[in-house]
């Protein structure tokens, strides 16, 4: 699975970061939207680009934007608590609209760019 997100927002940066640190099994890979790589991935499986306010997740031929990468990407993760539960529980429709509104405040909640990371998760990134 590839997480396709706004490699130049913070907030977004945080949230690969965020990823990475809850996915110890490695099945996420990540790269920027506006990479070659992403444009390739997407053009490989004949998909448009996607919204560029919207972290995507390539799952084989299946983007999912959204409110639903939200939800695909948390089921796949080591966490509990809050954020698994709203995963879960919400409807799409309402982490759509969450995530919209998260998009619009995204570069005033994130400040600058970005972790490094460490050797074994930046091969992960395409």
């Not at 790269?31 to 919204?51: H, M, N, Q, T, Y």
């Not at 619009?104 to 600058?112: A, I, V, W």
């Amino acid at each position: 699975m590839v997480v396709l997100f706004d490699g130049d927002c913070g907030f977004c940066n945080r949230s690969v970061e965020f990823i990475w640190k809850h996915d110890p099994g490695g099945r996420f890979w990540f790269a920027p939207l506006e990479s070659a790589a992403a444009r390739g991935l997407l053009e490989e499986i004949g998909v448009a680009a996607p919204d560029p306010e919207s972290m995507c997740l390539v799952a084989g031929e299946t983007v999912c934007q959204r409110g639903e990468a939200v939800r695909r990407i948390c089921a796949e993760l080591e966490l509990c608590g809050p954020v698994k539960w709203i995963s879960r529980v919400l409807p799409v429709v309402v982490l759509d609209a969450g995530y919209r509104v998260v998009a619009r405040l995204r570069r005033r909640l994130g400040g600058e760019c970005c972790a490094v990371p460490p050797d074994e998760v930046r091969r992960r990134f395409l």
